[in-house]
């Protein structure tokens, strides 16, 4: 009896030892290993209990992209992400799934970028921007008509979005229609709105993609007190960077475009993101023009309208891209049926 006590003593240890070892803080996996399924929580491929554990992603180099811890199938506890220099590049802490807790984002130098406090998911209270010399920005929060919030930043003497937009309803209230068929994006000729190849966890980083009717509509996109800038109200902000050949550069944010992201730095805090593109015949990142996917893929380029119209299929919009460090005014001859990413100006 007594041989057998001890070995069911040290079976019951084992047991013990080998969950620790199996335990949320010992778990890693790569992105590509994790899937959210129906119940909206995340599991480990085959797997049928909702991941605990750390979620690594690394850039092709090796070095660590970002590092995002799990509790039983959402995000929940510290929140990392690297510049491919090493740099840290922001940090924050999740509850549920939601931001909540401070966060903080660094410049490529090094120096802070931007502090504040989220709330179940919400922004609270101030949050401030500083420039990579230290001095700090004026800024502010916004709210749209769906209650998703926005940090602004004053560039110059004007007042930009820092975040792309995710609304779903016009300022009247009615909704923006969603649209994820191909053949029905390509049909359109009134405004519509969808997620880059129709994923609902891109929109919460990358914000919505949008046809130029809806940009054009005249219930309005943009919250109260804003609007769609016109092309002369980018040149503004172009030319106060000193000019389209080296605007994107200070524009671009540094740590979610695909390497080498030329020349980002996000010196003015603008903080543009490569939400990609949605062409006329409704395929996500393909473009026919220069490259086709390798370029206007997520993390690959950013494509923002202007409200002004170029001809009758036409309207203005602006392209940056991983692999430049300018702005491409390319976007002018861009059909209205294309499903760009939209920043706001302020009234």
């Known amino acids: 009896m007594k041989i057998l006590s001890i070995c069911l003593t040290s079976i019951i240890i084992a047991v013990f030892v080998f969950g620790l070892a199996c335990s949320k803080g010992d778990r890693e996996i790569k992105p590509e290993q994790l899937q959210k399924r129906g119940d909206g929580l995340f599991y480990a491929v085959n797997e049928e209990k909702p991941y605990s554990g750390k979620v690594i992603e690394l850039y092709q180099s090796g070095q660590k992209k970002a590092e995002i811890n799990y509790e039983n199938g959402a995000i929940d506890g510290a929140y990392r992400i690297w510049s491919y220099n090493g740099q840290q590049e922001a940090e924050g802490t999740y509850k549920d799934g939601k931001e909540d807790g401070q966060w903080i984002s660094w410049h490529v130098n090094g120096q802070k970028a931007r502090q504040g406090r989220y709330k179940d998911g919400k922004r609270e209270g101030r949050w401030d921007f500083w420039t990579q010399d230290g001095q700090k920005f004026e800024a502010d929060v916004i709210k749209d008509i769906d209650g998703n919030t926005y940090l602004t930043i004053k560039i110059g003497d004007q007042w ?135 370029r206007a893929g997520v993390g690959k380029r950013a494509s923002f309208w202007s409200s002004t119209c170029s001809d009758r299929i036409g309207a203005w919009g602006f392209l940056l891209f991983h692999t430049y460090s300018g702005v491409d005014p390319g976007g002018g001859g861009g059909s209205k049926q294309c499903g760009f990413s939209v920043r706001c100006v302020r009234d």
Do not use: Q
């Open 160 to 294: 930009w979005m820092a975040e792309n937009l995710k609304v779903t309803h016009y300022r009247t209230g009615d909704a923006i229609p969603h649209v994820t068929d191909n053949n029905a994006w390509w049909n359109l000729s009134t405004g519509a709105y969808c997620r880059y190849g129709n994923d609902a966890a891109k929109a919460e980083t990358f914000g919505n993609l949008y046809n130029w009717y809806a940009v054009d509509d005249s219930r309005n996109i943009a919250p109260a007190g804003w609007h769609m800038p016109v092309v002369l109200e980018w040149k503004k902000l172009f030319d106060h960077l000193g000019g389209l050949s080296v605007a994107g550069g200070k524009m671009k944010e540094t740590a979610r475009w695909s390497n080498p992201n030329t020349g980002a730095t996000n010196e003015c805090g603008f903080s543009a993101l490569p939400g990609g593109y949605r062409g006329t015949n409704g395929v996500f990142g393909l473009f026919s023009s220069g490259g086709g996917s390798s």
